[in-house]
């Protein structure tokens, strides 16, 4: 059997289907309800904790723009805190901005790597404020204590998608309520068919990506990147599409949910991203943004800033390897001409895969390629890792 079909199936056996691994922790709660995405997670949270238009939020600076987009759309107001290069809150910038009709403190688990929660819950409660803990990248991490999180905050959301093979998937933790949140609401729907199918095939060609042989792969992550850098130039407006506020996951998600194997998919992005922090030596032009890793996180990418992103995706690309610069795009409402740090790392930032279907050779190779492009930026003409 050629190697690709090997690899294809022995993936799709162990990591994908394997029908005796439990779902982790946020699957088994009793106040979790499930929606289209992670933005529709957040509608629905924002409007369960009785916020009210004008209501004040406080939001880190470096953001998506996903999760801005929902908080305007909901008649909120954002003030925008800033955050420090260990990508934790600025506790004294945030003690200066809490004036009369401030309500929330919002605050986002980058890449998986929790933010220091018991200091956040402590702040919000001196300062008679909701947390909302935005855990879009943290599906299967757990904090420095060993605690899953997403439980903290008055209400926490996730991003199923960005970690399972799923069409779609949002999911909302409400600290106060015990009944599950959505699931009985008579105006929860299901999304569309012709929509799920389209997530759904979308899906399967993401998968498809890491199982695929060298030539292949490389094509395949031409196209996406230059899909992405397209998507980056645009300037329309995306907002928050209310007519999906109420739809719940597919069908279809509910079902992979039930057969994925989540501990698998867990450990393996642990491993990967260990292994090529190890390998990637980092350099004057190419710098590593995270530390290692403690027990319980669970990455979304490997990041690394880097003084021509450009060139780097364009380097890694040309070896056959997907990396993506991250969040580039800047939000109208975020004012980061005040904020230096957090409009270089939407300048500087690309992100490499760690995902479950790699092998610790293809990440050894992974950082080997980073390696190479590390010592010809800072020593023109070397070649070779
Ligand atoms: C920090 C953050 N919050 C919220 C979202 C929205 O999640 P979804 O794409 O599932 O709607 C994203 C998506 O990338 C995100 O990065």
Request: aromatic share 10%; proline share 5%; glycine share 8%.
């Amino acid at each position: 059997m050629p190697k690709f079909l090997t690899k294809g199936v022995s993936t799709v056996r162990s990591l994908h289907f394997k029908l005796d691994s439990k779902p982790l922790f946020p699957f088994f709660t009793s106040n979790v309800s499930f929606w289209y995405s992670g933005q529709v997670a957040l509608w629905q949270g924002i409007h369960q904790l009785g916020l009210k238009k004008l209501d004040r939020v406080l939001v880190p600076a470096y953001s998506c723009g996903l999760e801005i987009d929902v908080l305007l759309s909901a008649g909120l107001q954002t003030d925008f805190y800033r955050i420090k290069e260990d990508l934790t809150p600025d506790f004294e910038h945030l003690e200066a901005l809490c004036k009369p009709g401030v309500r929330v403190l919002y605050v986002t688990h980058y890449f998986g790597v929790s933010q220091p929660l018991l200091m956040l819950r402590d702040f919000a409660t001196d300062h008679g404020l909701l947390l909302i803990e935005d855990n879009a990248h943290g599906l299967y991490s757990k904090d420095k204590d060993g605690q899953w999180i997403g439980r903290e905050a008055d209400c926490s959301i996730f991003s199923l998608r960005k970690k399972l093979p799923i069409p779609d998937g949002g999911a909302l933790i409400l600290r106060n309520k015990t009944q599950d949140a959505g699931a009985e609401r008579p105006d929860c729907q299901n999304p569309p068919l012709n929509r799920v199918f389209r997530s759904g095939v979308l899906m399967a060609c993401q998968e498809l990506v890491y199982l695929l042989p060298g030539g292949i792969y490389q094509a395949i992550t031409r196209r996406k990147v230059e899909k992405e850098a397209r998507q980056m130039e645009s300037t329309d407006e995306a907002g928050f599409d209310q007519s999906q506020a109420n739809w719940s996951t597919s069908r279809l998600t509910k079902w992979i949910i039930r057969h994925v194997n989540h501990s698998h998919i867990r450990e393996s992005r642990r491993q990967n991203f260990q292994v090529l922090d190890a390998c990637f030596r980092g350099g004057k032009t190419t710098r590593k943004l995270l530390g290692s890793l403690w027990d319980g996180c669970c990455p979304w990418f490997y990041p690394v800033m880097a003084d021509n992103p450009e060139g780097l995706v364009n380097f890694m690309v040309s070896h056959g390897i997907w990396a993506g610069r991250f969040w580039a795009q800047e939000h109208p409402n975020i004012p980061l001409q005040e904020f230096p740090f957090e409009r270089l790392l939407k300048r500087q930032l690309v992100v490499l895969p760690v995902h479950q279907g790699l092998s610790k050779e293809e990440m050894r190779r992974i950082g080997c390629v980073l390696n190479m492009w590390s010592a010809k930026e800072t020593i023109p003409g070397v070649q070779n890792c």
